[in-house]
């Protein structure tokens, strides 16, 4: 420890402290590794010419229509909780190393998990919201339905497309 203006610093573990002292900045590298890995599985959902494995192979039914209308729209994704979880853990080991004492170390523990857990939540909701457009279909048949999508194909209103329902509701363009 050192004192510096009536203040005392503890400084960062030395390399004479136990192995597991030493090992705890590695484990809280790994904590942040794994935040961002799980956290990156929350992201935005990929664009409508994206599909999953279960998607292929499977027969789907397509009608046709025309884009009566469209507008912007926010997006905003469930949460898991996991960012939360994952800031709450490597919030509790990086405070951890706060103080010099047990007591202060577990204090400083709880602090950092509650500071954690709150940085990874909102993280994990900044991940899972985006940008899509609410598209208003005449659908041939004289019903009219709304779907939102990303606009990956630039759809204008007056537009003809394929309405494919199939593992969900997809807009096409259709040729001609």
Known sequence: MQRFRGVTVTSLPAPGLPPWRRLAGSALVLAAIVLVAALSGCAAPPPN???GGYGVGRAAQVSYGTIVSMRDVNVQGPSSGIGALGGAAAGGVAGSFIGGDPRTNILGAIGGALIGGIAGSAVEG??????????IIRVDDGQTISVVQSNEYHFVPG???????????????VAG
């Open 49 to 51: 010419s994206t599909y």
């Open 126 to 135: 900044g991940l899972a919201s985006g940008q899509a457009v609410e598209f």
């Open 159 to 173: 537009q003809r497309i394929a309405i494919i329902r199939g593992d969900h509701l997809r807009l096409a363009p």
